[in-house]
């Protein structure tokens, strides 16, 4: 595995990478953080240097969509979570449930929550477009503050009064 680490508009952003395809991204605090201390470094992979720019531009809110090679290492449920995460369109966002009965899987909302929750390729593959079925945030393996960010890029969420007055 290679890995390379950078500020984005993020925060410390960590990407991993195995046969020129993307398979991690993380920040720092986030739940399910790998150990990458026997990984290579490599800061200037073109893999590396395209998802960069990708992240820059998502965050200006100049692109709506990832356009860099994935490998997803999961179940094969997992992987169908994580397929159909990808079809949500940039500035819109599903629920758990809709999800599941997407699957074909009506009483596995839970469980779509759970491999959701472990998405490996956060914001690339853009789990924090799913809320509650009430339209509640809900859990974010970076937080709900992230979560909030990433919807406010997209104008699915006004912000806050308090973050207006920063």
């Not at 890995?3 to 990407?15: H, M, P, R, V, W």
Request: hydrophobic content about 40%.
């Amino acid at each position: 595995m290679i890995y390379t680490e950078f500020n984005s508009a993020f925060g410390i952003t960590l990407l991993a990478a195995e046969n020129n395809k993307l398979r991690h991204l993380w920040f720092p605090d986030q739940k399910h953080e790998p150990d990458c201390s026997s990984w290579e470094r490599d800061d200037d992979l073109p893999l590396f240097r395209q998802a960069r720019i990708q992240l820059e531009e998502y965050a200006q809110g100049t692109r709506k969509a990832f356009d860099l090679p994935l490998a997803f290492q999961g179940t094969d449920f997992q992987k169908s979570v994580w397929q159909l995460l990808q079809t949500i369109p940039f500035g819109q966002h599903t629920s758990y449930g809709v999800m599941a009965k997407q699957l074909q899987r009506p009483k596995a909302s839970r469980a779509v929550g759970a491999a959701v929750g472990k998405n490996p390729l956060g914001i690339i593959v853009p789990c924090h477009r799913v809320l509650g079925g009430n339209g509640s945030m809900t859990g974010f393996a970076s937080g709900l503050d992230m979560k909030r960010k990433l919807l406010e890029i997209e104008g699915v969420l006004e912000p806050t009064q308090e973050e207006l007055l920063v």
